[in-house]
């Protein structure tokens, strides 16, 4: 994997888990709350926002998000500017 693709995959990770931190918490009571440091992202997604972000990444203009794939990159970059 490039530097570039890691980097942005890292920037994913926090808006992935704050939106299954989100559905977590949605669905069962009694769940934790997330960190106080991911709050201010946590509170700023909702799932409107996450079911478009996932119907745009599997659309066909992402031609696949395999690794090495064209639209992997694509993909990343996607979420990273979200």
């Not at 659309?59 to 500017?81: E, I, L, N």
Request: hydrophobic share 40%; glycine share 8%; charged share 20%.
């Amino acid at each position: 994997m490039s530097p570039s693709a890691l980097r942005l995959a890292r920037a994913c990770v926090p808006a992935l888990v704050a939106s299954i931190s989100s559905f977590a918490s949605a669905q069962y009571p009694g769940s934790a709350a997330p960190p106080e440091e991911y709050k201010k992202g946590y509170d700023s997604i909702n799932k409107d926002e996450c079911k478009s972000w996932i119907f745009t990444i599997a659309s066909k203009d992402f031609a696949g998000r395999g690794t090495g794939q064209p639209g992997y990159q694509k993909a990343a970059d996607f979420m990273a500017a979200r």
